[in-house]
């Protein structure tokens, strides 16, 4: 008799599971990822799914741990990185069934490109930060990185240090920096990667001194704004190329660079050790290096938004934004979940890394038509017909 219940109260479960696992896995689809194909048995299809996401996007989607999550969803994601501003221009996009760039502004461009009647859902953000090294930010000049090593004033850098033209060994910054470059905050190439796009966003915002509010506004800082990025160089097609420079052995070649702040932390919590580094000198003696994030003021986020291109990256979407495991370990890569700042905090508080509200003001979004011309503008002042994505344009 008892063997016969528990038989029973095992089946009822096992149901009762089925039904709570199809409808999670079915959210966005009509698909059900579970069912009972015969009494008490549980069969789950998991659907393949595609997906083009910015780099910084990659530590996550690969993560052992996310990657069961989905398939406990019905889904088994596969994604391969590419920069935010030009995912719209993909050869075959429309074979992917989502695009996940780092702005909403990217994620309409991929969805107008695909002609995608879905609306692009915003799942995560991540305040833009400077990713520098103690040493740096001591030798600064006064009030650009604040004593305690939380903020960078962008006001005082682009006045004391990057107008005036001056050089790593003009900061009496010792070698192995390198001296002779300009003391520039770099980023990425600001014709494919999003991140760029925010540190002009940022820069146009402090260089004109308060919101953007006119065209002609924007017309007047073509030109500033231009020469800001020719100074940098060579720069990463992506937020990762320069990044991961950063945190090998030599990277004190690039003493300070604009990344989002997911990726300090997620690079903080992958290898805390990787965030010092022991370099022995040409005379055997050895240097510390010890990277450091610097919050800029005022601030400014990206909120990294997927266009889901068919009903499974609706899915996708869906899960992110609803499934609370998915929400935890995107806060541990270091992402803000969209409408959960406390599973931000719970993930990151306690390291000493991250600030639970970015020091403000934030900079405002200037008049989205007028800005993409500015943006095109400077681009190709820049780069001219070598810029990416120019085909597509």
Known sequence: MKSQLGRALLGFTLTILVVVLGVRAGLGERRRACEVKIPHVLVCQVFDVRGLVGSEKLSFFHDREVVAAFERLGLRVSVEAAGSRTMACTDGLTSYDFAFPGSAAAADDVMSRADGTAAPVTVFSSPLVIATYEEVARALPSGVASLDHQTFDMD????????????????????????????????????????????????????????????????????????????????????????????????????????????????????????ITEVTMPDGGTRTFQRIMLYPTPSISSDHTIAPLTGEGGQVAAALTSDAELRRLAAAHGFRPAGHPEVFAAENEEHGHAVLEPPGPPVPAPAPGAWREFVSDVVEGVYGEDRAGAACA
Not at 196 to 219: C, M, N, Q
């Open 156 to 275: 005082r850098y682009l006045n004391d240090v990057y107008t005036p033209g001056k050089r790593w060994r003009d900061l009496r910054l010792p070698a192995p920096y390198p001296g002779f470059q300009r003391a520039v905050l770099l980023s990425t190439r600001l014709d494919s990667s999003n991140s760029a796009e925010l540190f002009l966003a940022l820069s146009s915002h402090v260089r004109h001194g308060g919101p953007i509010a006119t065209k002609p506004d924007l017309s007047r800082l073509t030109e500033p704004m231009r020469e800001l990025f020719r100074a940098q160089g060579s720069t990463g097609l992506t937020s990762d190329e320069p990044f991961d420079q950063y945190l090998s052995v030599e990277g004190y070649q690039l003493p300070m660079q604009a990344v989002y702040e997911a990726q300090f932390l997620d690079a903080a919590r992958a290898d805390p050790d990787g965030l």
